[in-house]
């Protein structure tokens, strides 16, 4: 085993989990943001709306994610880059980098994937919850956020907590579009150095170290949500 080029990529490896942990946190947040109307729209319509959430949801999960985000970089980037008014714009910086496509097809894979995971969580709140909460005067917008969207997310934590994982498992993919997370620096350390092995045992381990936090976090919140039976 081979361990001489740990300290020199140390630094970079910090760095790369740090970007990890950006890429993670903020295409799901932005991703759930997406996904509580897309699956709300489904359950309440209109119906026309309806059918372009469910078909928003089926192609999300229905293609890869790599062929969403080389789309988007390679395919988006490219018109962006063919307008000299984008590139010389205040936003080309922020345009031209890999990172902004990643966050971009994490979120709208993780919108088609949370919207069918907060659909099935809609549908199982009890109807009389929402038929008590409208007798007692709520307007609509009450009951969604004091009684509907609270019950349904309790009842689909633990399903979020997976699906966390599975985005943090994703974002290795980003390295493709020149982002240097972890999987893009133990990239960087294969190519300088030829060692194969032991970088690779290094991502496994801090993927392992994330995804461990990632359920205890999880695992912590459920127990301080009261479950009602």
């Known amino acids: 085993m081979n361990w001489t080029w740990f300290p020199e990529y140390l630094p970079l490896l910090f760095q790369g989990v740090w970007l ?68 010389q714009s205040i936003f080309w910086p922020i345009l031209r980098e890999g990172y902004f496509y990643a966050i971009l097809a994490f979120t709208l894979n993780e919108g088609g994937y949370g919207g069918e995971i907060m659909r099935g ?36 934590l633990p399903t979020l907590a997976s699906e966390t994982v599975l985005m943090l498992k994703a974002t290795p993919l980003a390295a493709t579009v020149t982002v240097l997370d972890i999987f893009g620096v ?5 190519q300088n150095t030829y060692i194969t092995y032991e970088p690779l045992i290094t991502a496994a381990i801090i993927y392992m170290a994330l995804t461990f936090l990632i359920t205890r976090a999880f695992n912590y919140v459920e127990g301080l949500v009261p479950s009602r039976r």
Request: overall charge positive; proline content about 6%; some cysteine.
């Open 20 to 87: 990890t942990i950006q890429l993670l946190v903020l295409s799901m947040v932005f991703g759930l943001t997406l996904a509580v109307p897309v699956g709300l729209v489904q359950v309440t319509g209109p119906k026309w709306l309806a059918r372009i959430a469910r078909g928003y949801c089926t192609l999300m999960r229905g293609t890869p994610l790599l062929v969403q985000l080389w789309l988007l970089y390679f395919g988006l980037g490219s018109v962006f880059a063919a307008f000299p008014e984008v590139r």
């Open 186 to 190: 133990i990239l960087r350390v294969r």
């Open 121 to 156: 969580a809609f549908l199982s709140v009890p109807k009389g919850e929402l038929e008590a909460a409208r007798a007692y005067g709520m307007s609509p917008w009450k009951v969604l956020h004091r009684v509907w969207l609270p019950r349904a997310v309790r009842n689909v």
